[in-house]
């Protein structure tokens, strides 16, 4: 389990752009692949980008790929993502944890952060 803060979230207008940020603590940051997972209102938590221990490899929902990119620095404990081209469906609270399959709802971690709102009118 991590403990994580997550931050950057806001409102944009539709083709914006934000950079989502999280700051992780606990050992299994390091021994982990990491993910930005999503929750809309009314729909199940996913996970829509994953990144790999040492952030060599990446994967993403077809829904955002090409618009997203996930980063991590371990020196720092911290995960990114930067979303560019935002759509209206991507308003969601964004959510950082332990993650390696895109789809997943990360049922098995019960610590979660607070989460980040991304809110992007039309």
């Known amino acids: 389990q991590v403990q994580v803060v997550e931050s950057g979230g806001g409102l944009v207008q539709a083709g914006g752009s934000l950079r989502l940020s999280c700051v992780a603590s606990g050992s299994a940051f390091s021994r982990n692949g990491m993910g930005w997972y999503r929750q809309a209102p009314g729909k199940q938590r996913e996970l829509v980008a994953a990144?790999?221990?040492?952030?060599?490899?990446?994967k993403y929902a077809d829904s955002v790929k090409g618009r997203f990119t996930i980063s991590r620095d371990n020196a720092k404990n911290t995960v990114s993502l930067q979303v560019n081209n935002l759509k209206p469906e991507d308003t969601a609270v964004y959510y950082c944890?332990?993650?390696?399959?895109?789809?997943?709802?990360?049922?098995?971690?019960?610590?979660w952060g607070q989460g980040t709102q991304v809110t992007v009118s039309s």
């Open positions: 944890n332990i993650g390696w399959s895109i789809g997943s709802s990360g049922v098995l971690y019960s610590n």
């Open positions: 990144i790999s221990r040492s952030g060599a490899d990446t």
